[in-house]
Structure formats: C-alpha cells, structure tokens
C-alpha cells in the first residue's frame, strides 16, 4: 500500500493524521504556484514511467521526486494519490488497458498506456471524491481524440457486465468487483456518456471548421511613378489547331458474331437433349414388354439347341481317413472328457435328490427386490446428501464474506496506523537531513586538513603494499627453484632407469600363479584340468536332457493313443445311439407317410382336373395352350424332391455313425431342407396359376 492511499483513507475518515502533517509542510508551499490539469497528468505519467517496483519502494521514490516537492498541497495530495493508487491496483487496470489496446487502440502508441491507466484509475475508483467536473476538466484538457476512444470502450455496458467483470473477479472477490466496482461505473455511466458525446462533438467542429489562410494583401509602394518600359510585352501565341478527331466505329455497339454462333450452338444442344429425353421417357418400358409372337419361335430355337450331355459325377468315398494333429486330437479328447464328466454329475446329483429351482428364483426375487429397495433408498439418500452439501457451502460462503469484512476493517486500521507511522517516520528524517546537511557545511571548513591526512594515509598504504609484494616475488622465486630441482632429479632417475638393460627372455612356469593377489587365482595347468572336467560335466548334462526329452516324447505318443482309443469309442457309442434313434424315427414315421402320400395324390388329381377345365376354357376361347408341360415336369420335381430327402437322410446317419456331426448340426440340416422344398413348392402352385 502506498502512502498517499493511506492519506485517501484517513481523510475520507476524518483522521487528523494527515492534516497534521499537511499543516507543518503549508509554510514551506505558501509560495509555490498553481499548475494545470494537463501538467499535472503528465507529471504522474512521467513518474509512472520512471517508477521500476523491482529495485525500489513508492515511498524512496517520491522522496527522491524533486518536482512533487515544488507542488502545493492539494496537487500534491492529488498526484500522490494517484501514482499509490495506480501501482496498487496496478492488476486490474491493466487487464481493462491491455484490453483496449488489443481492440480499439491497436493503432494508439505503447508509450501511452500508463496515460490510459491513469484515465482508468481516475474513472474506478476516485470519480466519487474528485467529481464528474474536475474529471471532466481533466480529461478535456488531455487529447479530445484519445480520450474519447478510451471511454467509450471503457463505459461500455456490455464491456462492463460481461468481460471486465470476469476478469476482475478472478483477482478479487466477485461480490466486492460487483458492489465496489463494477456498480458505481454502470451508475456513473449515463453521465460520462454525455461527457463522451461532448467530446465527440468536438471532434466534428474541429473536423468540420478548417482555418481559412489569410490571402496577403498587396500595398503600393509609396514611391515615385515607374518609368515606362522600352520594350513592349510580347503578344499571346495563338493556339494550336487539333486534328479532328475520328468517330467511333459502329462495330463497338454490336455484339460479336462469335457470341450469337455459341448462342445458336447452345440452343440447339438444348432441343436435342429434350428430344432424346422425350423419346427415352415413351420407350423407356419397350424392353420389357411381353410380345406373344415371338414366344413359340424362341421355344423352337431353344428345342432345336443340341442337348447338353454331361458326365456323371462319382460317388464320394463316405469313409475318408482323416489325419488329426495331436491339438486336435487333444482337444476332441478333453471335450468328450468334459461331456463325460458333466454327464456324471447330472446323474450323481439326479440320484441324490436334486428337486426343484423354484424356491432359489423365488428367494432371488425378493433379494432383487429388496436390493432395488437399497439402490433406492441410497439414491434418496445422496439426494439429501447433496441438498445438505448446498446449504452448508452457501453457510460457508456467507462465514467467508463475514470474515473477509472483519479482515478488511482490521487492514484499514493497520492502514491508518502505518500512515501515522509513515508521517512521523518522514518529519524525522526532515530533521535528520538538516542535521546532516549542517554537518556538511561545518566539513567543508576543514577540507584542506583532511585532505593532507589523506595524502599520508595513502602513501603509508602504497608503502606497505610495495613491502609485502617484494616479499611475495621473493617467496615464488624460492618456489620455483625448489621445483626446478625436483624436476631435474626426477629426470636424473627417469634416464637411469632407460639406460639399464633389461631381460628380453623370461621363463614361465605353468603350474605356479600369477601371485596378483586375487581369490580365484589359478594356475594354468589348473585352469586347463577344471576345464576338462567342466566339459565333461557338461557333456553328461547334454545326454541326461536328451533322455528325457526322448521319454516324454514317448510318454505323450502314448497319450495320444489313449486319447485316439478314448475317441473312438466314443464315437462308435455315439453312432450307436444316433442310429438307435433314427431307427425309432423310422419305425414311428410309416404310420404318417401313407396319410402324406395320400395328399399328394389328391392334389395331383386336383391339379388334372384344373388342367382339363382350363383346356376346355382354352377351346372355347380360341387360345392356344402353352402351359401344358407344367404337370408332368411338377410329376418329376416331385419324385427328385423325395429322391433328395432319402438321400440327405442316408448321408446324415452315415455322418452320424463316424461321429462327424451332432444333434444340433442334423436340425439344422433337416431345417435347410425342408425349407428348401417348401420354396419349391411355393414356385411350383405359382407357376400352375
């Protein structure tokens, strides 16, 4: 918080902090002359520009602001005031600036922006004090253009109720923004609006009343009366005689040719196309007209065609050896292992007296019900959770909004003290200053003396330095000797060392150690041995792996036998039990085929008797008949639909007997073929109607 935002308050309180120490700077002012607005503004500009809150406080700042000091106390408390203000909430103002300069002022120069933080400040939150009339004046007496674009997007109403509002709430608290802020700007709003249009006003005048040059007007010289001239002014030149200028050709009024021939050719296209489309539209059903003439002569032709004969097709081998991996052998294994022992259970939990499920379902039942009862009482249950969750937040909220008004009356107090603090603070560094400027002045007196003083101090410190640099230079000279000496001796020992012969033939004994003083340190006759029985062990390894290997391969051919013997028998109980039934399908079956065959025949015999009354209808009417063909070629159809159904029959008990297909597989079979005949049977009666 500034210092001149903590005098804003205690004067809007009434505290006579601030006046106290307005009176004891009144003498120091009582000569100062008065400034205008525009001075002013650009004043605090200049000082918000200069001003960096990284490296120093607002208050050393004014302090160190010479020109604040020459202002009178209302300026002064105005433009203090101001530059507190724009630094504190500094946040705010610069979401509404960044803002215009994103829309409206993309054109405005950036080093104008803390001009229009400082409109902005002035319009947020000290219109109430200084009144529209001063903050009319002020803004009158900066650019008309500016600052009637800036306020008219910042009193804008859907600027202020919608986005401004947003962001400010984001920083402060929505209900203090609306209250504090956003509020007293809609309620000021109107009268600004006028301000605005005044100075739009002034704009169209200034536009419109463009300042007329002064037209010099010429004087005589006050002279004698000029000499008349020898030399006559020559006379005008004629003017040139232009050629007459040619007419405009016809032909730029008429369209070109090659435009009326793509007119012609574009007609007729069109007329061709509608009569293609015509004659499509009246033939488009030719095609499938029936024309009765031409029948007899295309069921000649196809008569007179060589018949086609093909050879017969040999008979399948019905016992086709099938190879089986051992997966499939595996898993054909494990499924009958599975039906078997579900077979068993069945009948171990038949013979133990299972009864009846209906109790189970009637419990399940009511345990469902009663867990809906649960679901539902748990989900009336979270419903009044959650109402109970909303009341307490709003509690919660209402708490927060209190404490929040107790910690803000608790700051403003601390605010004012701090101010009171602040004033006293600066009255006696005033004090201080004098004294030290007083001190100063007394100094001045006895320059000469401290300066001899300081000329032998300075010369005592260069002697001493001169002193203990010798001694150094002397210290890094016996250094480097002695290292020079070391040097050379270790070089002395280096050639030595080289110059000394040394042994080019060494002998190696296998069966001692390198003597490195390592654990595992070995001979190489050791090392040779260990090897040797390494690899035999491995070996060993090897060949035990290889057995067993063999003898789980044995093992699981084995099992593959078993498994192959285990399939088969079940296979042959399973075409036992499928030809067991379909013999007692057969036997049950010859009491229905007679009624079956029956049927048959009267239909027959109905369908003749059809055919002849036709026949007769056909004499009587002069047509000739040409669907006589159909009941001897319906005769036929049916003894290859019975042909068929003897056969399938056969090939699924075949199938059955080798454990191929089961239950569900012949149902299905039997399914296709009846279905099957019948859509015969439904070709056939519509082709005899």
Known sequence: MGSAGNSRERQRRGQPGAAAAVQGRCGRFSMVKMVSQRELIALIVQHLNKFNPENQSLEDFLNES???????????????????????????????????????????????RNLYIVICYLATFQLEEIGLQHFSRIVKSLDTAKMQQFLRFFFNDLHLNTWIKDEWSHIYDSVYVKENLIDPLLRWQPKVQQLIEKLTDNLSNRSSTVKTSRVTQPKEFNLTAPKPRAIPPPSPAPL????????????????????????????????????????????????????????????DSMESKPVFKAQKIQSKIDNIPIKLNTAAILREGALYQRKLEEELKRVENLQQGAGDSSEFLEWQKQMRGKDLEDQLAEIECRKLQGKLSYEEAVLAHQNVTQENKKKADLLREEKAELMHLCAEKRLQEQK???????????????????????????????????????????????????????????????????????????????????????????????????????????????????????????????????????????????????????????????????????????????????????????????ISPQKTRIVPSKDSFQWNHWKELEESRERQFRMLQHGFMDREAVQKKELIAAARTGAKACILRSDLK
């Not at 232009?242 to 369209?255: D, W």
């Not at 300075?458 to 016996?478: P, W």
């Not at 010859?590 to 009354?613: F, S, W």
């Open 432 to 622: 201080e200053m004098k004294e030290l400027v007083e001190q100063v002045m007394e100094g001045h007196k006895n320059v000469k003396q401290v300066k001899e003083k300081i000329q032998e101090y300075k010369q005592q410190i260069v002697q001493q330095v001169c002193e203990e640099s010798g001694e150094l230079l002397r210290q890094a000279l016996e250094e480097q000797e002695e290292k020079n000496r070391k040097r050379y001796e270790l070089i002395q020992q280096i050639r030595a060392l080289e110059s000394a012969p040394s042994i080019r033939h060494k002998f190696v004994d296998l069966t001692e150690t390198g003597g490195h003083g390592l654990f595992g340190e070995m001979s190489v006759v050791e090392l040779r041995e260990r090897l040797a029985l390494l690899k035999e062990a491995q070996k060993a390894a090897e060949e035990e792996k290889r057995d067993q290997i063999i003898h789980e391969k044995q093992a699981k051919e084995q099992l593959i036998l078993d498994k192959l013997d285990q399939i088969s028998q079940f296979r042959a109980e399973l075409g036992r039990a499928a030809a067991f039934k379909q013999e007692e399908k057969k036997k049950s079956q010859p009491g229905e085929r007679p009624m079956k065959d029956e049927r048959i025949l009267n239909l027959q015999k109905k369908i003749v008797e059809k055919t002849m009354e036709r026949k007769k209808q056909a004499g009587l009417l002069k």
């Open 66 to 112: 010479a020109v604040i000091q020459t202002l009178n106390v209302t300026e002064e408390k105005f433009v203090l005031d101001t530059l507190a203000g724009c630094t504190e909430y500094k946040s705010i103002l610069d979401v509404v600036v960044n803002a215009f300069y994103v829309q409206d002022g993309r054109y405005c120069p950036i080093s104008e």
């Open 240 to 299: 040139p005689v232009l050629p007459k200028r040619q007419p405009v050709p016809p032909s730029i009024y008429k369209p070109p040719k090659e435009r009326k021939q793509l007119e012609e050719i574009k007609t007729k296209n069109i007329q061709k196309a509608k009569d293609l489309l015509l004659e499509a539209n009246t033939n488009q059903f030719r095609c499938a007209t029936i024309k009765p003439e031409k029948r007899e002569n295309i069921h």
